[in-house]
């Protein structure tokens, strides 16, 4: 099976030889296709002989090439071709494994994102008729301004550029969230008996683009068909990291660090033409 194994590479690579001797000399049309032809022929040898360069070491194959093959090139080319194959291999089979600690262990919560508020906007009021179309009767509700308006404290990354919102409010009370981007999603929360509530955001149901985003909460009493006037308008912004970025493109980076990583093959290899 050795030998066998190894006439298949000294007769592709005989034929490599024989095609370098035909572009010596030729110009044209011609030449560039024996050129193109060669580089094939040179990636499928890296190809076949990618077992040899793993299981046998190099002197038995340049021992064997020396008593079999019929250009005394044939050594030096083996050991280059072997340098290359297995650099390129190892470089691969790098970014693949470099592309799967990243696909399992992508970023854990970032920490509290800052809140801010904005002075000079105009008045928010619109929003009720605007932007509230989730359910009629938020919608519909009455403002009782007695009712506590609740508060936002902070907004949380979390794994997966998801985002978490948590703050204060009236216990047992329901409050809504108003969260925009192109458009606004709307969110319910029930406040807890120590007077906390969370809201957490999915990027996969509503992707919240890079930059700014405004948030609007106010309490609501579905029973009553009340609700609080709107807390000061407050805003977020989302960003990626680099870590982000490089997870979210690995697959485009990683399958042209391959192609970069052959084509230089193919080209260093070109050049024992």
């Not at 194994?5 to 005989?14: A, D, E, P, S």
Request: aromatic share 10%; hydrophobic share 45%.
């Amino acid at each position: 099976m050795k030998n066998s194994w190894l006439n298949i590479v000294l007769r592709l690579t005989n034929r490599i030889y024989s095609r370098k001797q035909l572009v010596i000399g030729q110009t044209g049309m011609r030449a560039v296709a024996n050129i193109f032809g060669l580089i094939v022929m040179e990636m499928a040898l890296s190809l076949i002989s990618l077992p040899l360069y793993l299981a046998l070491s190099p002197e038995k194959v340049m021992a064997y090439f020396a008593e079999k093959g019929s250009y005394a090139k044939v050594n030096f080319d083996y050991s280059l071709r072997r340098i290359l194959t297995v650099t390129g291999v190892g470089v691969v089979a790098f970014i693949w494994a470099f592309k799967l600690v990243l696909i399992l262990a992508f970023p854990l919560v970032h920490g509290p994102l800052q809140l801010y508020s904005v002075s000079d906007l105009q008045p928010v009021d619109a929003l009720s008729e605007s932007l509230i179309t989730a359910e009629t009767g938020i919608q519909t509700a009455r403002i009782v301004n007695s009712m506590p308006k609740p508060q936002l404290a902070e907004v949380r990354k979390a794994k997966g550029g998801n985002y978490s919102f948590v703050g204060q409010g009236q216990p047992h009370s329901t409050v809504v969230l108003l969260l925009t981007d192109i458009s606004t999603a709307v969110y319910t929360a029930v406040v807890d008996k120590n007077g906390v509530w969370q809201i957490d955001h999915s990027q996969n149901n509503f992707k919240l683009n890079e930059g700014n985003h405004s948030v609007v909460i106010f309490s609501y009493d579905p029973k009553l068909g009340t609700r609080s006037e709107m807390a000061p308008e407050q805003f977020f912004k989302a960003t990626s990291s680099w870590l982000d970025r490089l997870t979210k493109n690995i697959d485009s980076l990683a399958n042209w660090l391959v192609i970069i990583i052959i084509t230089v093959g193919a080209f260093l290899i070109f050049l024992t033409i």
